[in-house]
Protein backbone atom coordinates (compact mmCIF):
# COMPACT_ATOMS: atom_id res chain seq x y z
CA UNK A 1 0.00 0.00 0.00
CA UNK A 2 0.99 3.56 -0.97
CA UNK A 3 3.00 5.94 1.88
CA UNK A 4 0.59 8.24 1.18
CA UNK A 5 -2.81 6.27 2.38
CA UNK A 6 -5.08 8.27 3.95
CA UNK A 7 -5.46 8.13 8.12
CA UNK A 8 -8.65 6.89 9.10
CA UNK A 9 -11.33 9.40 8.80
CA UNK A 10 -14.83 9.67 7.70
CA UNK A 11 -16.34 8.50 4.42
CA UNK A 12 -17.74 11.92 2.37
CA UNK A 13 -20.64 9.45 1.41
CA UNK A 14 -21.28 9.80 5.41
CA UNK A 15 -21.15 13.49 6.03
CA UNK A 16 -17.10 13.53 6.30
CA UNK A 17 -14.92 16.09 4.38
CA UNK A 18 -14.39 14.90 0.70
CA UNK A 19 -10.74 14.22 -0.44
CA UNK A 20 -11.76 17.19 -3.28
CA UNK A 21 -14.14 19.57 -3.69
CA UNK A 22 -12.28 21.86 -6.73
CA UNK A 23 -13.17 20.67 -10.37
CA UNK A 24 -10.82 19.19 -11.98
CA UNK A 25 -9.32 20.62 -15.44
CA UNK A 26 -11.51 19.80 -18.49
CA UNK A 27 -10.03 18.21 -21.52
CA UNK A 28 -10.09 20.62 -24.23
CA UNK A 29 -8.53 20.36 -27.61
CA UNK A 30 -9.27 23.36 -28.77
CA UNK A 31 -7.10 25.91 -29.28
CA UNK A 32 -6.14 28.58 -30.94
CA UNK A 33 -4.75 26.50 -33.92
CA UNK A 34 -8.74 25.40 -34.27
CA UNK A 35 -9.69 29.24 -34.01
CA UNK A 36 -7.67 30.02 -37.25
CA UNK A 37 -8.45 27.18 -39.29
CA UNK A 38 -11.92 27.55 -38.43
CA UNK A 39 -11.41 30.98 -39.67
CA UNK A 40 -9.90 30.69 -42.45
CA UNK A 41 -12.92 28.58 -43.87
CA UNK A 42 -15.57 30.84 -42.89
CA UNK A 43 -13.41 33.28 -44.48
CA UNK A 44 -13.58 31.36 -47.92
CA UNK A 45 -17.32 31.38 -47.55
CA UNK A 46 -17.21 27.61 -48.60
CA UNK A 47 -18.57 25.40 -45.56
CA UNK A 48 -19.18 21.65 -47.97
CA UNK A 49 -18.22 21.53 -51.47
CA UNK A 50 -19.92 18.16 -52.06
CA UNK A 51 -22.65 17.13 -55.08
CA UNK A 52 -24.20 14.17 -55.20
CA UNK A 53 -23.68 13.34 -58.27
CA UNK A 54 -20.59 12.01 -60.65
CA UNK A 55 -18.18 15.18 -60.75
CA UNK A 56 -15.26 15.70 -58.93
CA UNK A 57 -17.19 17.63 -55.87
CA UNK A 58 -18.81 13.68 -55.26
CA UNK A 59 -15.31 13.55 -53.12
CA UNK A 60 -16.15 16.47 -51.22
CA UNK A 61 -13.73 20.19 -51.00
CA UNK A 62 -10.11 20.58 -50.42
CA UNK A 63 -10.71 20.62 -46.59
CA UNK A 64 -12.30 17.39 -46.15
CA UNK A 65 -9.28 15.68 -48.84
CA UNK A 66 -6.81 17.35 -46.78
CA UNK A 67 -7.86 15.40 -43.68
CA UNK A 68 -8.73 12.26 -45.10
CA UNK A 69 -5.00 12.21 -46.42
CA UNK A 70 -3.42 13.47 -43.58
CA UNK A 71 -5.65 10.36 -41.46
CA UNK A 72 -4.34 7.46 -44.24
CA UNK A 73 -0.82 8.58 -43.30
CA UNK A 74 -1.19 8.81 -39.84
CA UNK A 75 -3.05 5.30 -39.69
CA UNK A 76 -1.95 3.68 -42.36
CA UNK A 77 -4.37 2.99 -44.93
CA UNK A 78 -4.92 3.37 -48.21
CA UNK A 79 -8.17 4.87 -47.83
CA UNK A 80 -10.05 7.04 -45.43
CA UNK A 81 -13.48 8.25 -46.01
CA UNK A 82 -14.47 11.09 -43.80
CA UNK A 83 -18.03 10.87 -42.57
CA UNK A 84 -20.07 12.82 -39.87
CA UNK A 85 -20.24 10.03 -37.11
CA UNK A 86 -18.67 7.05 -35.99
CA UNK A 87 -22.27 5.19 -36.36
CA UNK A 88 -22.83 6.55 -39.68
CA UNK A 89 -19.08 5.68 -40.88
CA UNK A 90 -20.66 1.71 -38.97
CA UNK A 91 -23.80 1.70 -41.17
CA UNK A 92 -21.81 2.53 -44.43
CA UNK A 93 -19.59 -0.33 -43.36
CA UNK A 94 -22.09 -2.66 -42.84
CA UNK A 95 -23.96 -1.32 -46.04
CA UNK A 96 -20.46 -1.76 -47.85
CA UNK A 97 -20.49 -5.36 -46.12
CA UNK A 98 -23.39 -6.18 -47.77
CA UNK A 99 -25.34 -7.04 -44.98
CA UNK A 100 -29.19 -7.85 -45.48
CA UNK A 101 -32.22 -9.20 -43.90
CA UNK A 102 -31.56 -13.28 -43.24
CA UNK A 103 -27.90 -12.25 -42.69
CA UNK A 104 -26.26 -12.12 -39.24
CA UNK A 105 -23.56 -9.85 -37.41
CA UNK A 106 -21.47 -11.19 -34.54
CA UNK A 107 -20.65 -8.08 -32.13
CA UNK A 108 -19.29 -7.72 -28.76
CA UNK A 109 -22.53 -6.72 -26.11
CA UNK A 110 -19.77 -4.80 -24.30
CA UNK A 111 -20.03 -1.63 -26.31
CA UNK A 112 -21.97 1.36 -27.54
CA UNK A 113 -24.88 0.52 -28.91
CA UNK A 114 -24.12 1.49 -32.81
CA UNK A 115 -21.82 -1.45 -32.52
CA UNK A 116 -24.85 -3.23 -33.02
CA UNK A 117 -27.70 -1.38 -34.14
CA UNK A 118 -26.22 -1.02 -37.84
CA UNK A 119 -26.89 -4.83 -38.60
CA UNK A 120 -30.68 -4.01 -37.80
CA UNK A 121 -30.45 -1.13 -40.12
CA UNK A 122 -29.87 -3.44 -43.10
CA UNK A 123 -32.23 -5.72 -41.65
CA UNK A 124 -29.93 -8.03 -40.59
CA UNK A 125 -29.56 -9.39 -37.09
CA UNK A 126 -26.86 -8.57 -34.57
CA UNK A 127 -25.43 -11.92 -32.48
CA UNK A 128 -23.70 -10.89 -29.22
CA UNK A 129 -20.62 -12.98 -28.03
CA UNK A 130 -18.52 -13.01 -24.98
CA UNK A 131 -15.94 -10.84 -23.80
CA UNK A 132 -12.16 -11.48 -22.74
CA UNK A 133 -12.01 -11.29 -19.04
CA UNK A 134 -8.87 -9.14 -19.28
CA UNK A 135 -8.69 -7.49 -22.42
CA UNK A 136 -12.72 -6.91 -22.13
CA UNK A 137 -13.11 -7.25 -26.14
CA UNK A 138 -14.18 -9.93 -28.40
CA UNK A 139 -13.34 -13.26 -27.05
CA UNK A 140 -12.36 -15.42 -30.07
CA UNK A 141 -13.70 -18.31 -28.92
CA UNK A 142 -17.00 -17.44 -28.33
CA UNK A 143 -17.05 -16.02 -31.84
CA UNK A 144 -16.44 -19.37 -33.33
CA UNK A 145 -19.17 -20.97 -31.44
CA UNK A 146 -21.89 -18.02 -32.54
CA UNK A 147 -20.98 -18.46 -36.12
CA UNK A 148 -24.05 -20.04 -38.07
CA UNK A 149 -24.86 -20.52 -41.76
CA UNK A 150 -26.54 -17.00 -41.84
CA UNK A 151 -23.16 -15.23 -40.09
CA UNK A 152 -21.65 -12.74 -42.58
CA UNK A 153 -19.63 -10.42 -40.36
CA UNK A 154 -17.47 -9.86 -37.34
CA UNK A 155 -17.86 -6.21 -35.42
CA UNK A 156 -14.69 -5.81 -33.35
CA UNK A 157 -14.96 -3.26 -30.90
CA UNK A 158 -11.27 -2.30 -29.71
CA UNK A 159 -13.23 -1.34 -25.96
CA UNK A 160 -11.82 1.39 -24.23
CA UNK A 161 -8.96 1.75 -26.52
CA UNK A 162 -7.18 -2.05 -26.12
CA UNK A 163 -7.01 -4.17 -29.06
CA UNK A 164 -9.20 -7.16 -29.88
CA UNK A 165 -7.10 -9.67 -30.49
CA UNK A 166 -6.72 -9.67 -34.32
CA UNK A 167 -5.24 -12.49 -35.16
CA UNK A 168 -7.30 -15.57 -33.74
CA UNK A 169 -10.16 -12.78 -35.10
CA UNK A 170 -9.13 -12.57 -38.95
CA UNK A 171 -8.30 -16.41 -38.63
CA UNK A 172 -11.83 -17.41 -38.08
CA UNK A 173 -12.93 -14.42 -40.45
CA UNK A 174 -10.93 -15.91 -42.94
CA UNK A 175 -12.02 -19.54 -42.79
CA UNK A 176 -15.60 -19.00 -42.80
CA UNK A 177 -15.53 -16.12 -45.63
CA UNK A 178 -16.32 -13.35 -43.10
CA UNK A 179 -15.80 -9.27 -43.58
CA UNK A 180 -14.45 -7.83 -40.27
CA UNK A 181 -15.24 -4.64 -39.74
CA UNK A 182 -13.39 -2.91 -36.56
CA UNK A 183 -15.26 -0.69 -34.30
CA UNK A 184 -12.13 1.90 -33.26
CA UNK A 185 -14.01 4.94 -31.75
CA UNK A 186 -12.44 4.14 -29.07
CA UNK A 187 -8.97 3.29 -30.25
CA UNK A 188 -7.27 6.24 -32.31
CA UNK A 189 -3.68 4.74 -32.41
CA UNK A 190 -4.29 1.72 -30.84
CA UNK A 191 -2.00 -1.13 -32.03
CA UNK A 192 -1.78 -4.82 -32.23
CA UNK A 193 1.29 -6.82 -32.16
CA UNK A 194 3.03 -3.32 -33.54
CA UNK A 195 0.23 -2.50 -36.44
CA UNK A 196 -2.31 -0.02 -36.45
CA UNK A 197 -6.24 -1.08 -35.71
CA UNK A 198 -8.64 0.03 -38.00
CA UNK A 199 -7.27 -1.65 -41.20
CA UNK A 200 -5.88 -5.45 -39.74
CA UNK A 201 -9.67 -6.15 -40.86
CA UNK A 202 -11.23 -5.14 -43.48
CA UNK A 203 -12.96 -1.49 -42.53
CA UNK A 204 -11.82 0.68 -39.15
CA UNK A 205 -14.09 3.03 -38.13
CA UNK A 206 -13.14 5.59 -35.82
CA UNK A 207 -15.52 8.81 -33.78
CA UNK A 208 -14.53 12.21 -33.95
CA UNK A 209 -17.56 12.48 -31.18
CA UNK A 210 -16.65 15.38 -28.72
CA UNK A 211 -16.00 12.97 -25.88
CA UNK A 212 -13.32 11.11 -28.17
CA UNK A 213 -9.94 11.55 -27.77
CA UNK A 214 -9.33 14.38 -30.50
CA UNK A 215 -12.68 15.71 -32.16
CA UNK A 216 -14.95 17.76 -34.65
CA UNK A 217 -17.65 18.06 -32.58
CA UNK A 218 -19.56 15.03 -34.15
CA UNK A 219 -17.71 13.43 -36.78
CA UNK A 220 -16.11 9.63 -37.94
CA UNK A 221 -13.82 8.51 -40.34
CA UNK A 222 -13.23 5.11 -41.90
CA UNK A 223 -10.01 3.37 -43.15
CA UNK A 224 -9.50 0.33 -45.52
CA UNK A 225 -7.35 -0.86 -47.95
CA UNK A 226 -9.62 -2.38 -50.01
CA UNK A 227 -10.47 -0.84 -53.06
CA UNK A 228 -14.22 -1.68 -53.59
CA UNK A 229 -15.57 -1.27 -49.86
CA UNK A 230 -13.56 2.54 -50.06
CA UNK A 231 -16.03 3.13 -53.23
CA UNK A 232 -19.13 1.92 -51.43
CA UNK A 233 -18.84 3.79 -48.65
CA UNK A 234 -18.05 6.80 -50.21
CA UNK A 235 -21.24 6.17 -52.72
CA UNK A 236 -23.24 5.49 -49.44
CA UNK A 237 -21.70 8.48 -47.69
CA UNK A 238 -23.15 10.79 -50.71
CA UNK A 239 -26.40 9.92 -52.19
CA UNK A 240 -25.02 6.98 -53.88
CA UNK A 241 -27.72 5.90 -56.47
CA UNK A 242 -27.64 9.08 -58.14
CA UNK A 243 -24.43 8.56 -59.33
CA UNK A 244 -24.18 4.74 -59.99
CA UNK A 245 -25.38 5.24 -64.31
CA UNK A 246 -22.07 7.92 -64.77
CA UNK A 247 -20.26 5.49 -62.54
CA UNK A 248 -20.76 2.32 -64.53
CA UNK A 249 -21.55 0.52 -61.24
CA UNK A 250 -22.94 -3.31 -61.85
CA UNK A 251 -22.85 -3.77 -57.88
CA UNK A 252 -26.28 -2.02 -56.56
CA UNK A 253 -26.03 -4.17 -53.23
CA UNK A 254 -27.16 -1.70 -50.67
CA UNK A 255 -26.33 1.41 -53.20
CA UNK A 256 -29.22 3.11 -51.44
CA UNK A 257 -26.86 6.72 -49.94
CA UNK A 258 -27.23 9.00 -47.27
CA UNK A 259 -25.47 12.18 -46.76
CA UNK A 260 -23.24 11.25 -44.32
CA UNK A 261 -20.69 14.01 -45.29
CA UNK A 262 -18.71 15.98 -42.99
CA UNK A 263 -18.25 19.54 -43.96
CA UNK A 264 -15.00 21.46 -44.96
CA UNK A 265 -14.62 23.31 -41.29
CA UNK A 266 -15.25 20.12 -39.27
CA UNK A 267 -12.44 18.54 -41.55
CA UNK A 268 -10.15 21.78 -41.10
CA UNK A 269 -10.37 21.84 -37.07
CA UNK A 270 -9.85 17.72 -37.62
CA UNK A 271 -6.64 18.19 -40.13
CA UNK A 272 -5.84 20.82 -36.82
CA UNK A 273 -6.61 18.49 -34.15
CA UNK A 274 -4.11 15.53 -35.74
CA UNK A 275 -0.84 17.39 -35.22
CA UNK A 276 -1.79 17.14 -31.28
CA UNK A 277 -2.93 13.49 -31.06
CA UNK A 278 0.08 12.23 -30.49
CA UNK A 279 0.80 14.26 -27.47
CA UNK A 280 -2.53 13.48 -26.00
CA UNK A 281 -2.41 9.68 -26.34
CA UNK A 282 0.81 9.75 -24.97
CA UNK A 283 -0.07 11.81 -21.81
CA UNK A 284 -3.12 9.49 -21.27
CA UNK A 285 -0.91 6.28 -21.16
CA UNK A 286 1.69 8.12 -19.23
CA UNK A 287 -0.92 9.25 -16.27
CA UNK A 288 -2.71 5.72 -16.93
CA UNK A 289 0.41 3.85 -15.93
CA UNK A 290 0.99 6.41 -12.76
CA UNK A 291 -2.57 5.36 -11.52
CA UNK A 292 -2.35 2.11 -11.89
CA UNK A 293 0.90 2.11 -10.18
CA UNK A 294 -0.54 3.30 -7.59
CA UNK A 295 -4.33 1.73 -7.58
CA UNK A 296 -2.47 -1.50 -7.83
CA UNK A 297 -1.17 -1.30 -4.35
CA UNK A 298 -4.16 -1.74 -2.66
CA UNK A 299 -5.01 -5.57 -2.45
CA UNK A 300 -7.90 -6.77 -4.47
CA UNK A 301 -8.07 -3.90 -7.18
CA UNK A 302 -6.49 -4.90 -10.48
CA UNK A 303 -4.85 -2.23 -12.82
CA UNK A 304 -5.48 -3.21 -16.61
CA UNK A 305 -3.59 -5.80 -18.94
CA UNK A 306 -1.85 -4.08 -22.21
CA UNK A 307 -1.65 -7.79 -24.25
CA UNK A 308 -0.12 -7.21 -27.62
CA UNK A 309 -1.98 -3.87 -27.35
CA UNK A 310 -0.58 -0.39 -27.34
CA UNK A 311 -3.28 0.76 -25.23
CA UNK A 312 -4.76 4.52 -25.62
CA UNK A 313 -7.27 4.39 -22.59
CA UNK A 314 -10.43 6.55 -24.02
CA UNK A 315 -11.12 5.14 -20.58
CA UNK A 316 -9.14 3.10 -17.89
CA UNK A 317 -10.71 -0.26 -16.67
CA UNK A 318 -9.97 -1.58 -13.52
CA UNK A 319 -11.57 -5.18 -12.21
CA UNK A 320 -12.39 -4.97 -8.76
CA UNK A 321 -12.29 -8.50 -6.77
CA UNK A 322 -15.21 -8.51 -4.03
CA UNK A 323 -13.90 -11.35 -2.06
CA UNK A 324 -10.44 -9.54 -1.34
CA UNK A 325 -11.50 -6.29 -0.35
CA UNK A 326 -14.71 -7.47 1.53
CA UNK A 327 -17.05 -4.85 0.14
CA UNK A 328 -19.24 -4.74 -2.73
CA UNK A 329 -17.64 -2.40 -5.87
CA UNK A 330 -20.94 -0.87 -6.46
CA UNK A 331 -20.69 0.50 -2.88
CA UNK A 332 -16.97 0.92 -2.77
CA UNK A 333 -17.06 2.94 -5.98
CA UNK A 334 -20.04 5.24 -4.88
CA UNK A 335 -17.78 6.20 -1.93
CA UNK A 336 -14.81 7.26 -4.20
CA UNK A 337 -17.21 9.03 -6.27
CA UNK A 338 -18.36 11.00 -2.98
CA UNK A 339 -14.52 12.01 -2.46
CA UNK A 340 -14.15 13.62 -5.99
CA UNK A 341 -15.85 16.08 -7.61
CA UNK A 342 -16.58 15.66 -11.41
CA UNK A 343 -14.87 18.10 -14.32
CA UNK A 344 -14.89 21.84 -15.94
CA UNK A 345 -17.02 21.50 -19.03
CA UNK A 346 -18.31 17.82 -17.57
CA UNK A 347 -19.92 19.45 -14.25
CA UNK A 348 -23.40 18.54 -15.86
CA UNK A 349 -21.91 14.85 -16.74
CA UNK A 350 -21.03 13.96 -13.30
CA UNK A 351 -18.50 12.48 -11.96
CA UNK A 352 -16.04 10.82 -14.24
CA UNK A 353 -15.98 7.61 -12.64
CA UNK A 354 -18.33 4.75 -12.97
CA UNK A 355 -18.90 1.12 -11.58
CA UNK A 356 -19.44 -0.96 -14.88
CA UNK A 357 -19.67 0.57 -18.75
CA UNK A 358 -22.85 0.18 -20.52
CA UNK A 359 -25.92 -2.25 -19.79
CA UNK A 360 -24.64 -5.78 -22.14
CA UNK A 361 -26.46 -4.63 -25.30
CA UNK A 362 -29.12 -7.69 -25.48
CA UNK A 363 -30.59 -6.80 -22.11
CA UNK A 364 -31.80 -3.52 -23.55
CA UNK A 365 -35.35 -3.26 -23.79
CA UNK A 366 -35.53 -3.38 -28.01
CA UNK A 367 -33.78 -6.60 -27.89
CA UNK A 368 -35.71 -7.77 -24.96
CA UNK A 369 -39.25 -7.19 -26.77
CA UNK A 370 -37.76 -7.85 -30.25
CA UNK A 371 -40.16 -4.93 -30.95
CA UNK A 372 -37.56 -2.30 -32.08
CA UNK A 373 -36.97 -3.18 -35.68
CA UNK A 374 -39.22 -5.77 -36.36
CA UNK A 375 -38.42 -6.60 -39.84
CA UNK A 376 -34.93 -7.75 -38.61
CA UNK A 377 -35.95 -10.23 -35.98
CA UNK A 378 -39.41 -11.94 -37.48
CA UNK A 379 -38.05 -11.10 -41.41
CA UNK A 380 -39.23 -13.92 -43.44
CA UNK A 381 -35.70 -14.64 -45.02
CA UNK A 382 -34.47 -14.80 -41.56
CA UNK A 383 -34.81 -18.44 -40.30
CA UNK A 384 -32.74 -17.96 -36.74
CA UNK A 385 -33.65 -17.47 -33.73
CA UNK A 386 -31.63 -15.17 -31.57
CA UNK A 387 -30.74 -15.26 -28.06
CA UNK A 388 -31.16 -12.31 -26.04
CA UNK A 389 -31.57 -13.96 -22.85
CA UNK A 390 -30.42 -13.45 -19.44
CA UNK A 391 -26.90 -15.51 -18.83
CA UNK A 392 -25.68 -15.47 -22.77
CA UNK A 393 -22.76 -13.66 -22.01
CA UNK A 394 -21.50 -14.70 -18.54
CA UNK A 395 -17.96 -12.72 -18.62
CA UNK A 396 -19.55 -9.88 -20.29
CA UNK A 397 -22.34 -10.20 -17.23
CA UNK A 398 -19.73 -10.75 -14.60
CA UNK A 399 -17.65 -7.52 -15.59
CA UNK A 400 -20.80 -5.20 -15.80
CA UNK A 401 -22.35 -6.14 -12.67
CA UNK A 402 -19.61 -7.12 -10.16
CA UNK A 403 -16.19 -6.14 -11.43
CA UNK A 404 -15.45 -3.83 -13.12
CA UNK A 405 -14.85 0.26 -12.61
CA UNK A 406 -13.83 2.45 -15.28
CA UNK A 407 -12.60 6.11 -14.98
CA UNK A 408 -11.06 9.03 -16.60
CA UNK A 409 -9.31 11.21 -14.65
CA UNK A 410 -6.42 10.78 -16.74
CA UNK A 411 -7.58 13.10 -19.51
CA UNK A 412 -4.84 15.45 -19.97
CA UNK A 413 -4.26 18.81 -18.61
CA UNK A 414 -4.55 16.51 -15.47
CA UNK A 415 -1.30 16.87 -13.23
CA UNK A 416 0.47 14.45 -10.26
CA UNK A 417 -1.57 16.72 -7.91
CA UNK A 418 -4.64 15.89 -10.03
CA UNK A 419 -3.77 12.39 -9.97
CA UNK A 420 -2.88 12.30 -6.60
CA UNK A 421 -6.41 13.52 -5.42
CA UNK A 422 -7.64 10.79 -6.93
CA UNK A 423 -5.79 7.82 -5.89
CA UNK A 424 -5.60 9.57 -2.42
CA UNK A 425 -9.73 9.16 -2.89
CA UNK A 426 -9.53 5.30 -3.39
CA UNK A 427 -7.00 4.94 -0.39
CA UNK A 428 -9.46 7.04 2.05
CA UNK A 429 -11.96 4.83 1.24
CA UNK A 430 -10.18 1.68 0.96
CA UNK A 431 -8.83 2.69 4.25
CA UNK A 432 -12.68 2.72 5.66
CA UNK A 433 -14.03 0.70 3.42
CA UNK A 434 -16.05 -1.57 6.17
CA UNK A 435 -17.61 1.30 7.42
CA UNK A 436 -19.67 0.75 4.09
CA UNK A 437 -20.59 -2.48 5.60
CA UNK A 438 -23.49 -2.19 8.18
CA UNK A 439 -24.05 -4.82 11.11
CA UNK A 440 -26.15 -7.11 9.12
CA UNK A 441 -23.22 -7.45 6.77
CA UNK A 442 -24.96 -5.80 3.74
CA UNK A 443 -23.50 -2.72 2.30
C1 LIG B 1 -17.38 1.91 -29.18
C2 LIG B 1 -18.21 3.00 -29.80
N1 LIG B 1 -18.83 2.77 -30.96
C3 LIG B 1 -19.57 3.72 -31.56
C4 LIG B 1 -19.72 4.97 -31.02
C5 LIG B 1 -20.56 6.00 -31.72
O1 LIG B 1 -19.78 7.11 -32.08
P1 LIG B 1 -20.44 8.44 -32.66
O2 LIG B 1 -20.96 9.22 -31.50
O3 LIG B 1 -19.29 9.15 -33.34
O4 LIG B 1 -21.49 8.06 -33.62
C6 LIG B 1 -19.09 5.27 -29.80
C7 LIG B 1 -19.27 6.59 -29.18
O5 LIG B 1 -19.11 6.81 -28.02
C8 LIG B 1 -18.31 4.27 -29.18
O6 LIG B 1 -17.68 4.50 -28.03
Not at 113 to 131: E, N, T
Not at 276 to 283: D, F, G, I, K, N
Not at 371 to 378: A, D, P, V
Request: proline share 5%.
Amino acid sequence: MSATIATKSKLAIHGGTPVRTELFPAYNTITDAEKKAAMEVLDSGNLSQFLGCWMDDFFGGPKVREFEEKWSKMFNAKHTISVNSNTSGLFAAVGAAGLGPGDELIVSPYTMSASAICALVYGAVPIFADIDPDTFTLDPKSIEERITPRTKAIMVVHIFGHAADMDPIMAIARKHNLVVIEDCAQAPLTTYKGRMVGTIGDMGVYSLNYHKHIHTGEGGMVTTNNDTFAEKIQLIRNHAETSLRDKGMSDFTNMIGFNYRLTEMQCAIGSTQLDRLEAYVSERIENCHYVAGKLAQLPGITPPVERDSRHVYYVQAFKFDEAVVGVHRNAFIEAVSAELPSAHLRESTGKLIGAGYTEPLYLQPMYQTLQGTKCSFNCPRYDGKPNYGKGLCPVTEDMHYNKLFTHEYMRPPMTRADLDDFVHAFEKVYENRFDLVSKNGKH
